[in-house]
């Protein structure tokens, strides 16, 4: 029997359809609260050790294809790395695993993206208001530089006209340029601007 273990949702993947969908033999064993963390978003949710904060959590049973279909959709070990961390969960101190970003531009998630976790918040029975504070409290996204310089190495490869967004993300995957696949699902009027103009 494949060995099992925990595995600590807090975004997108708080949605129980869409965990149906990427790893259909999870299976939900509770929920809890991690103390001293909070939630933000760099286009995706992330959270980070910040004291005094609390994140509603969902914690889920995996198996090893589990984690591995969640790896994929995780982007790790590039945007996101795994860490493993101390909770309570049904009243016993557990050790789960965790996915972090690993680096990330703060900026608001795109609404569809939010409503998917929302919809994970209200069904798990969390306080929506923890999620829209941690959206409201993303600033605009700034190009960073980071991002600048992934436009400019996409645009060297040749490979596609820098206007069709669909290949560029395809390009940027293959590259491993995360910031940048992220940057686009949200900012596709700003990029075209600064492919158009140069100005960010």
Known sequence: MAKRRLYIAYGSNLNLEQMAYRCPTAQVVGTTVMRNWRLLFCGV????RYHGGEVPVLVWSIQPKDEAALDIY????????????RITLNGKQVRAMVYIMNQ???SPPMITYYNTIR???ESAGFDVNILREAA?????????????AQILAVRETG????FDVNAVM?????????ELVCYLQDHKREYARFI?????
């Open 74 to 85: 995780e982007g790790w070990p590039r945007l996101y790395r795994k860490e493993s961390v």
């Open 196 to 200: 158009m103009t140069g100005e960010e």
């Open 104 to 106: 990330g531009q703060p």
């Open 159 to 162: 490979e596609s006209n820098m």
């Open 170 to 178: 395809v390009i940027a995957n293959r590259e491993g340029f995360y």
């Open 119 to 121: 919809e994970g918040y």
């Open 136 to 148: 409201r409290q993303s600033p605009k996204c700034v190009m960073s530089p980071i991002v600048k």
């Open 45 to 48: 949710a992330t959270i980070e």
